[in-house]
């Protein structure tokens, strides 16, 4: 396995917990005033945190362990020296968990994240293969041109089919189409466009993205976010074209499909009800990964389904977790003030911290323009392989997409699209931020909010608002 055989005795695992011990052994001094330690301003699990994701970035081929070791030295350091730190209350909350189940507005704690995460990984795995199966991308070559326009209209067709689905879908099924119409040689540069274009087509989506998903539960307007889509199609012009050209000169597409090809229609009719089912289960539960499920186990009425693809996607899916739970024990409580900048550094950031405890944290502070995040934290996971589920899925495919040298290298176009793509937003809509559940614009009720006491939105000079637009008569 890519990510390393599973062998309780690898010297490499020694040398890494040997590592972070010794790393922590001297920060311990500092925990003498019954405080959680630091360095200066600096919290020693950010420290831990940055050195976790420094292992991954330089030892690609065994980044399981650096995570599961990263996780473990986190947890313990959490456990051991933060008094405020409950891991049951951290991971279920405080209300009973029976409550959480049935009413989905009273969920609290990390369990349904990693729940979800776990399921749509493990569950979408299956999908691309039933995918594949259903020779489906055996005939696209028909269809596609045979130029640098082949591999540029497939990820428009990634890009569109994210907006509707969800990114991990979206992504995988264009990397199952890549690996048939390419002969099995992607390039990473394409790889990375390819992950690029499942998270722009679900920026401005609030079905499209589990953090547009969670602004549309938190109270945001589906068309709050909806103009995240001019930043996506600036972007996408621009890492697209590069990516496209990349393929092309490394492995020309497919001419002609593989003749006495016939599509298998049950698989393509069980597809359909996975994704069906996830959408549907993610308007009414906010749990995505509970109808994928129920799909795939009705499919298996209908069809043989391809159960082995789980042993092989299971480690990876594993590594995103530990990242997911490291980043979710951090302690950022705080973040800056809502602002065109922290929206812009945010995008930086979630490349490589996950951005679904991000979002959370600009739900919680409330004064985004909620369009301009959306196309943040979603796209900026792009910029490195683990920065996004979808990143993190189409890797378990191809194994050499996990070298985060290779993945900047190669995908240099991503961050230079993200910067397009957001100032292209900027320039043209301005910032906006508006309601969402608890944080109002005009005279906001949460106690200590800077807004709390303003009775009309802050907006530029000569500017309205969507809050004004929404509501003038």
Known sequence: MAFGKFKPQNPFVKKVLLFFLFSIIPLMTFASSGKVPSIGPVRIEFILFGLTLLGVAMFHKHTFWVAV??????????????????????????????????????????????????GLLLGFAILSKIFEESKVPDILPNYLPDDWKGPFLLLIFVFIMSAFLDNIAAALIGGTIALVVFKNKVH?????????????????????????????????????????????????????????????????????????VRIDWLRISVVAMILVGAILS?????????????????????????????????????????????????????????????????????????????????????????????????????????????????TNKFPEGRDVIKWIKNGWHIPIAYVIGFYALYLIMGWHPTDNKEHKIINCPVPGCPMANHTEALLPPGTVGYHELSTKE
């Open 282 to 394: 993610n308007i009414l539960y906010d749990m995505p990964a509970l109808g994928v499920w129920i799909a795939i186990i009705l499919g298996a009425f209908i069809i043989k389904i391809p159960w082995k693809e789980v042993p092989g996607s299971i480690l990876g899916t594993i590594f995103l977790l530990c990242l997911v739970m490291c980043a979710s024990m951090m302690p950022v409580e705080e973040l800056p003030n809502a602002s065109v900048g922290t929206a812009f550094a945010l995008g930086f950031l979630s490349s490589v911290f996950d951005n679904i405890p991000l979002t959370k944290l600009c739900l919680d502070q409330g004064h985004y323009d909620w369009g301009i995040l959306a196309f943040a934290v979603g796209f900026g996971g792009s910029m490195v392989w683990f920065g996004s589920s979808a990143g993190v899925a189409i």
């Open 188 to 260: 990473i540069g394409y790889l990375a466009a390819i992950v690029a274009a499942s998270n722009a087509g679900g920026a401005g989506s609030v079905v499209g993205d589990t953090t547009t998903t969670m602004m549309w539960i938190d109270g945001v307007s589906a068309f709050d976010v909806l103009h995240a889509f001019i930043a996506a199609i600036f972007a996408f012009a621009f890492f697209a074209w590069f990516g496209s050209h990349q393929q092309h000169k490394y492995q020309v597409i497919q001419k002609d499909a593989i003749t006495g």
């Open 69 to 118: 070791t990263g996780l473990s030295v986190i947890l313990t350091f959490k456990l051991i020296f933060d008094p405020g730190f409950h891991f049951m209350e951290h991971m279920f909350g405080e209300l009973p968990l029976g409550e959480q189940f049935l009413d989905k507005e009273m969920r609290q704690g990390e369990w349904g994240i990693i729940l979800n995460l776990l």
